[in-house]
């Protein structure tokens, strides 16, 4: 192990064509100061080239969206990407947009789990989750424009014991750029002062174990042996150390450090969620969300719409609900904003692949994403809208394994603006662009996969509530002050089946 700096790590051991794969989780993890640094060579001496970029999770801030894996949306430094989100990273979501880059899109607990199958050598990650989604090699196969299709298949549908599966292939990975809090004098690595750990380990052994190298960026330098039950990456499997500046590599983008992320007694952290607290139309469907919860149960609530849900709960006396995400966090108050993917005292922090597999086996009592665009079989796409590209992040294994799935969002989009009094609704102005569709662009959530498996799905708006019934969607409620025929039907590219007596 050597300690040098960010320009010397890139130079020395980033070169071109290699796989370069890189931690984080929107604005948690991300190893700053080694991007950075890689963007500046690039820019500076024309090289490396032809990288090929694998991150799991999103990675950037939509208020400063040149951070993250954003820094490298160069034409001619990256020429493939396999990631599950984009949205967060605008240049890197044109270039594949314009086919200047191969784009492949792949679900986040499939790459988190394919860094342990690449490490054990297997040939690729085999799972359920993706089938009857764009994922799918029947549909779209995850590539996401020319030049990927070109490139060639990750994902082939296999078959075992008569059963549909999905092979993620595997893949050799050159180089990982890793974060951690401290670094020993040997070379062990810990995260006591990160809000998650992600999967670096795995991440550190599929370099390792593909003969590969792993660059670690930390705070700090410690003067003495670090504990080993707080080792997350040992020395065996790290090649460079990089003490980043502190401006590289604050706790979240929110926050240069929240004690209350590490279960401390600081309380910024949930005022500031509380500040940001939805009203009026996200208030109703968070409090109306809130409702299908049930005490004791396992809960992942979504970025976006769903975020307020536990606030709602809370102020409804709905207590012993287990909120978790995706990361790895469990118990506590999941966090918002740029800081999506901590939480507030929790009671556990998993690795994400460790995570996943509970997810992926069933053990979410309830999961609420966003609803984006539903069309009239119950497919769900929150992945891709003509130019824009999001991803599908962790939203397939969340949608396709809890026991109830529970789309929340806006009737409509694009100029809604709508009033509650005295508990009926006023719609100010209609939003120009319908989201109950006859066909979803993509669909991210298969409505049939559901169907199989005896899911239970509801989609909540603020006029109407609709549910899954026998594979039929169909509205269950009507919200005091909608017109049924103008605010509703009217509106939808499709018939649907009506089943309320509740008055307009």
């Keep these: 192990m050597e300690v040098i700096t960010a320009q010397q790590a890139v130079q020395k051991y980033v070169k071109s064509g290699a796989t370069l794969a890189v931690e984080g989780f929107i604005g948690l993890m991300k190893p700053e100061e080694l991007l950075i640094a890689l963007r500046d060579r690039f820019l500076e001496t024309g090289g490396p080239r032809d990288l090929t970029v694998v991150h799991c999770a999103g990675q950037g801030d939509g208020t400063s969206p040149g951070c993250g894996i954003n820094r490298l949306a160069l034409e001619g430094l990256v020429g493939r990407i396999i990631a599950s989100h984009f949205a967060m990273a605008p240049d890197i979501q044109r270039l594949i947009l314009e086919d200047k880059i191969a784009g492949y899109n792949l679900p986040q607990g499939v790459i988190s789990h394919l860094y342990r199958d690449i490490a054990q050598g297997l040939p690729g990650n085999i799972t359920h989750v993706g089938l009857e989604t764009f994922v799918d090699p ?9 030049k990927a299709r070109q490139a060639g298949d990750l994902v082939e549908r296999i078959t075992i014991g008569g059963k549909p599966f999905l092979l993620y292939r595997a893949f050799p990975i050159d180089v990982v750029f890793l974060r951690a809090t401290s670094c020993d004098a040997k070379g062990n690595c810990s995260l006591e002062r990160e809000p998650v750990s992600l999967e670096v380990t795995a991440m550190a052994q599929a370099a390792r174990n593909s003969g590969g190298k792993v660059i670690v960026q930390v705070e700090r330098l410690a003067d003495a ?13 790290v090649d460079a150390v990089v003490v980043a500046r502190p401006e590289n590599h604050r706790m979240t983008n929110d926050f240069d450090f929240e004690p209350a992320f590490l279960g401390g007694g600081h309380h910024e952290a949930q005022e500031k969620q509380d500040a940001q607290a939805p009203l009026g139309v996200r208030q109703f469907i968070a409090q109306r969300a809130a409702r299908e919860l049930t005490p004791g149960a396992i809960v992942n609530l979504g970025i976006g719409m769903p975020e307020g849900i536990s606030a709602a709960a809370a102020e409804m006396g709905i207590s012993d609900l287990i909120l978790t995400t995706e990361s790895g966090t469990i118990g506590g108050f ?7 993917g901590a939480a507030a005292w929790p009671d556990c922090i998993l690795s994400q692949p460790e995570q996943f597999d509970f997810y992926d086996g069933g053990g979410l009592d309830a999961a609420f994403l966003g609803l984006a665009q539903a069309d009239r079989f119950g497919n769900v796409n929150v992945s891709k809208f003509g130019s824009k590209l999001a991803g599908c992040g962790g939203f397939i294994n969340i949608t396709q394994n809890a026991r109830r799935v529970v789309f929340c969002g806006t009737f409509t989009s694009g100029g809604l603006k709508a009033e509650f009094h005295d508990g009926r609704l006023k719609i100010v102005q209609e939003g120009r662009i319908k989201k109950f569709v006859r066909d979803v662009e993509q669909i991210t959530f298969s409505a049939r996969r559901a169907a199989e498996t005896g899911q239970d799905v509801l989609f909540i708006t603020e006029r109407a509530t609709f549910r899954l019934i026998d594979g039929v969607m169909t509205l269950t409620e009507l919200t005091p002050g909608a017109d049924l ?6 509106l939808m590219e499709f018939p649907v089946r009506v089943c309320t007596n509740q008055p307009g």
Excluded: T, Y
């Excluded at 029947?138 to 020319?146: P, R």
């Excluded at 025929?485 to 009217?490: G, S, T």
């Design 138 to 146: 029947a549909l779209e196969g995850g590539k996401l424009n020319e």
């Design 225 to 237: 042996p670090l504990d080993p039950h707080q080792v997350k990456i040992p020395a065996c499997l």
């Design 334 to 340: 999941p966090a918002s904003g740029g800081s999506f």
């Design 485 to 490: 025929e103008r605010d509703v039907l009217a």
